[in-house]
């Protein structure tokens, strides 16, 4: 059995909970939030606790800590901090800020024994595999990301972030003639603006201040400065009318040309009708694989590129040779 700790109990915490219930070798032992009295009623038995201290004082052994914090301001903070005495996974899902932050994890797992799955998800994570994949099966070629039409957690987080927000939803929104064109067989350079727009949907405490909270919005550096991102303002009766599910999806295509002339495309796709419980499933597959690899008596920070597919599964090698191979 493994035992799990969650820190943070939003979105993406309840998925966790709701994948940890569907496996059998794993156990939820305790949740940190920030509101532990109003969770601790959603969870019944489940210990709640309001730091990472009580754990240990509790001796609750936790195998597993999965941080469900937003990249902007929670992971960088908690990842470093809770690496020093669990192994964590985590879905750090700033693209370019991933390597300095897989430096920092790396020296602090490897400094205390632990194991760190960082950035863990479908994007990056299981896209992540895909992209490299592509490209190894096929030298040369040219691959495509595209995520949507849907929710972005971690952008309608950054968006929530800014001064006078009360609440924020991102859509992610991909430009099908930029799509086709790959689907039929050109191989053409899109610039980010070409393949994606963003539309966020904001409620704000000050009719008098939007105008500064869109701006802010769409200057925010890796979020949506580099992209078509379109701000509109609603009432919180219609977000939680029209924007409480959180679907997403996107598929990752790769095209190139084998011998002389013969077009290749390669494309995974993923519709997803709940981003956080998906998220928080392939999280709780990343613990089982972080919990296989110290186990195995490694130390230090992991992407899913570097951990091998079995370490997910629940099954056994020799299992997962005669069902799958």
Known sequence: MINLGIVGY???????????????????????????????????????????????????KIDIMILCGGSKEDTPVQGPLFARTFSTVDSFDT???????????????????NVCVISAGWDPGIFSVERVLGEAYLPGSHGYTFWG??????????????????????????????????????????????MHK???????????????????????PHY????????????????KHNHSNLPHGGFVMTSAKTGDKHKQIVEYNLRLDSNP??????LVACARAAYRLKQSGHAGAFTMLDIPPAFYSPYSVEELRRKFV
């Open 224 to 239: 949506f400065a580099e992209y078509d991102t379109e701000v509109l303002f609603i009432s919180a009766e219609e977000m």
């Open 10 to 60: 939003g979105n993406l915490g309840r998925g966790v909970k709701a994948a940890i219930e569907k496996n059998a070798d794993m156990k939820l032992c305790a949740v940190l939030s920030r509101r532990p009295e109003i969770t601790q009623k959603e969870l019944g038995d489940i210990p709640v606790l309001s730091s990472w201290e009580n754990i240990i004082l509790k001796d609750l």
């Open 277 to 282: 419980e998906f998220t928080g499933s392939v």
């Open 198 to 220: 963003r539309l966020v949907y904001v409620v704000a405490e000050n009719e008098l201040e939007q105008e500064r909270i869109r701006k802010e919005i769409k200057e925010m």
């Open 95 to 113: 693209h370019a800020d991933i390597p300095e932050y897989f430096q920092k994890m790396n020296t602090i797992a490897r400094q205390m024994g």
């Open 149 to 194: 039409k849907g929710v972005s957690q971690g952008h309608s987080d950054a968006a929530r972030k800014v001064k006078g927000v009360i609440d924020a939803r991102q859509y992610t929104i991909p430009i099908e003639s930029s799509i086709e064109q790959i689907r039929s067989g050109y191989i053409p350079q899109l610039s980010k603006n070409e």
